[in-house]
């Protein structure tokens, strides 16, 4: 016979039996199916509507569709950017977390232009330039894609006191350029900077597939499958005036894919993406400017870079 004590003490058996059951289905259960590729690959909502179908090429409005812009060439020369001297007093932070990659970048170049220029018969070293050989050195640096050299530079940085600033970080695009001299035998360095967001704009985000802000990582600019695009014009509001694609197309970090910089009007001017970076309208105007005149490797895929860094 069981006792009213004998009773209890199975109750309780069988509770806690129900309780290790549920604690070991929630601890292995659960965080597969949140790390699974297949859980993550296409979020129930994501920050953009019609991501991704809106960003592949096929989608894009031919013309005579809604949404199609011509693409226009660029018939002027922007204002010169800010001298290193001008970026160091108005953006110190971002100054100091720029010059070591640069500083790499225009020792690498100076070799290869001091080469080029040895090669033809000019010499950088020692003595003061012709006028002659400043001629020439300047038609061996137009056949390069050494001179204007550009690149990108994205970062999300804390801030919360900046109009720009969105979920406790402000993001910020820059396009940096570099002028060589062959009288002074040294790069002349500018750089233009534009408010932009990237996903939720939280770094510690970035594995988190349509939600989270573009991977750290060094992105090929204007590329898709190794394939140079450079700008396209895009009249849709998800895009106007127009995007840039960036490599890896597909099976980036963390598996994202499907990443631009463009822009955004009406309610999606500055507002949430999927990943993709994002900036006014007016600023898309700006940088395919100089994207036009200050980038002679904009079609190199090993030198087209924007360099994502957090």
């Known amino acids: 016979m069981i006792t009213s004590h004998g009773r209890r003490v199975r109750l309780r058996s069988v509770f806690v039996s129900v309780l290790a059951v549920a604690a070991i289905s929630l601890a292995v259960v659960t965080p597969a199916a949140a ?11 994501g920050a953009e509507p019609g991501w991704p179908e809106s960003h592949l090429p096929e989608n894009d409005p031919l013309p005579g569709e809604a949404g199609y812009l011509p693409l226009v060439p660029t018939t002027i020369q922007p204002a010169d950017g800010m001298t290193d001297e001008e970026f160091k007093a108005r953006d110190p932070q971002g100054f100091a977390a720029m010059l070591p990659e640069r500083m790499k ?32 050195a300047e038609a061996v640096l137009a056949t390069t894609v050494w001179s204007p050299y550009g690149y990108l530079r994205f970062t999300l ?12 970080y402000l993001g910020t695009l820059y396009f940096t350029y570099g002028i060589y001299s062959a009288t002074v035998d040294a790069y002349k360095w500018y750089t233009v900077s534009w408010p932009a967001r990237s996903g939720n704009n939280r770094p510690q985000d970035q594995s988190k597939i349509g939600i989270g802000p573009i991977p750290a990582y060094t992105w090929d600019f204007g590329f898709m499958y190794r394939l140079w695009r450079g700008y396209e ?37 500055f507002a949430a993406t999927s990943g993709c970076i994002r900036i006014y309208p007016s600023a898309i105007s700006s940088l395919k400017v100089y994207y036009d005149t200050k980038m002679a490797n ?9 360099t994502v860094r957090y």
């Open 157 to 168: 940085v804390p801030n919360t006191t900046s109009p720009y600033a969105r979920n406790g």
């Open 298 to 306: 904009k079609k190199d895929p090993a030198s087209a870079h924007l």
């Open 35 to 45: 790390v699974s590729p297949r859980a993550v690959e296409r979020p129930a909502t």
């Open 105 to 136: 970048i225009e020792r690498d170049l100076l070799t290869k232009v001091r080469s080029a220029l040895a090669t033809s018969g000019i010499s950088t070293l020692g003595t003061a330039m012709s006028a002659n050989d400043a001629v020439r």
């Open 233 to 269: 014009p895009d009249g849709r509001v998800e895009f106007y005036p127009g995007k840039w694609r960036l490599d890896p197309w597909t099976g980036g970090p963390y598996g994202r894919s499907y990443l631009e910089v463009h822009g955004g009007t009406g309610t999606h001017t």
